[in-house]
């Protein structure tokens, strides 16, 4: 096997936290300040959490880092026991 044939093996931590650190940057972008709201639920409303629209546009965009690994990059996460 050639070092172009081979996938490069990433650990599922290490891996989503990669995706969501993109994804995250790329929607606070688009959203800037409009991106956090404090909770709607109950006995939480001091936490800041993503907008519907903004949690909507990050879900997309942590789908197409994830792709883009997988597919241009040939990253494969592996489960680390």
Do not use: C, R
């Amino acid at each position: 096997m050639t070092n172009q044939d081979q996938k490069i093996l990433v650990d599922n931590s290490t891996y989503m936290e990669f995706i969501d650190d993109i994804a995250t940057k790329i929607t606070i972008k688009k959203f800037g300040d409009d991106a956090y709201a404090p909770s709607s639920e109950v006995g939480k409303e001091d936490v800041m959490m993503l907008t519907e629209d903004a949690q909507d546009f990050y879900n997309e965009q942590y789908d197409w880092v994830e792709s883009l690994l997988h597919n241009a990059f040939e990253f494969t996460q592996i489960k680390v026991k």
